[in-house]
Nanobody
Framework: VQLQAFGGGLVQAGGSLRLSCVASGITLDDYAMCWFRQVSGKQREGVSCIDSSGISTYYVGSVKDRFTISRDNAKNSVYLQMDSLKAEDTAVYYC?????????????????????WGQGTLVTVSS
């Protein structure tokens, strides 16, 4: 099983990036998918999640109205569109899958509860 995250890079503040996460070895239809980010020396932070149906989503307060999560189960993929990027968005971004997990606008599974993690993709926003 592998989750491959890509799409990171260097962008100026105010710019956009689109992260993708593609799964192999599993079918994501029954998995909630999340994006986390981590800055060196800090705890991993849940950024956004989407439930298996694609209906329910979660966003951490600092990215609301700037980031959009989506999924395409036919392509076994999940995406994170990041607009109006800020320097504080700089981090390594990871995708994660949690089998049959509930996602609400206010709660997501704890990082220890995920079945699979991607390898991370670095996003650097220059101010």
């Amino acid at each position: 099983v592998q989750l491959q995250a890509f799409g990171g890079g260097l962008v100026q503040a105010g710019g956009s990036l689109r992260l993708s996460c593609v799964a192999s070895g599993i079918t994501l239809d029954d998995y909630a998918m999340c994006w986390f980010r981590q800055v060196s020396g800090k705890q991993r932070e849940g950024v956004s999640c989407i439930d298996s149906s694609g209906i329910s989503t979660y966003y951490v307060g600092s990215v609301k109205d700037r980031f959009t999560i989506s999924r395409d189960n036919a392509k076994n993929s999940v995406y994170l569109q990041m607009d109006s990027l800020k320097a504080e968005d700089t981090a390594v971004y990871y995708c994660a899958a949690r089998f049959l997990a509930a996602v609400t606008p206010t709660a997501i599974p704890h990082p220890s509860e995920y079945n699979y993690w991607g390898q991370g993709t670095l996003v650097t926003v220059s101010s």
